[in-house]
Structure formats: structure tokens, C-alpha cells
Nanobody, 114 residues
Framework: VQLVESGGGSVQAGGSLRLSCAASGSAVSVNVMGWYRQTPGNERELVATHSRADGANYADSAKGRFTISKNKLQTTVYLQMNSLKSEDTAVYYC?????????WGQGTQVTVSS
């Protein structure tokens, strides 16, 4: 499985960004896809995940501001991020998991300036 991420960038506090991650290769529709983020010196942390079976799952920091969704084929995941805060600044990583294992994207930088 290969993952291609897009949509990162710089935005002012209060602004919005939309991240996309497309899975290709041997990707299947029965999967969990989502986003984690990491700042220097810290562990990678959950932002949100989505599966067809269980729907969306959000970290507390994302609830009410971020929305995760997937396309009909369940192979592209989106993260709509609204009301961004400076503390949302991080490298955001896409993750794909199915019964065979887990794949991580290379990461996309999100920078929120106050």
C-alpha cells in the first residue's frame, strides 16, 4: 500500500486547512485510515481515525473543530481542520491499517501562526 498526502501548509490562527491522503496499490476498502501528528521531542499522537464499521474517532483536542471523512471506496481519507490554533502546529501523518498490517505516510507540515 502506498499513501500520498496533500494539503498541509501555513495558516493563521482561526483559519482552516484540509488534508487528504490517498491509498493505492493493494489497498482494500475494509480498513482503518486516519491521522496522527507529531511535534519535535514528542510522541506521535492520535488526531482522528475512520473505519466503515465504527465510523469516526477523534482525540479530545480535535472534537468540534476537525472532521474526518473518506471517499466511497474507503481508500482516501480527508481531515477538515477548522478553527486552527497554534498548538495544532505539527507534522501530520496519514495511517492506513488493514488485516495485513499498517502503513504510514511521509507526513505533511501544518503550521498555525498566532
Amino acid at each position: 500500500v502506498q499513501l500520498v498526502e496533500s494539503g498541509g501548509g501555513s495558516v493563521q490562527a482561526g483559519g482552516s486547512l484540509r488534508l487528504s491522503c490517498a491509498a493505492s496499490g493493494s489497498a482494500v476498502s475494509v480498513n482503518v485510515m486516519g491521522w496522527y501528528r507529531q511535534t519535535p521531542g514528542n510522541e506521535r499522537e492520535l488526531v482522528a481515525t475512520h473505519s466503515r464499521a465504527d465510523g469516526a474517532n477523534y482525540a479530545d483536542s480535535a472534537k468540534g473543530r476537525f472532521t474526518i471523512s473518506k471517499n466511497k471506496l474507503q481508500t482516501t481519507v480527508y481531515l477538515q481542520m477548522n478553527s486552527l490554533k497554534s498548538e495544532d502546529t505539527a507534522v501530520y501523518y496519514c495511517v492506513y491499517q488493514d488485516r495485513r498490517g499498517q502503513t504510514w505516510g511521509q507526513g505533511t507540515q501544518v503550521t498555525v501562526s498566532s
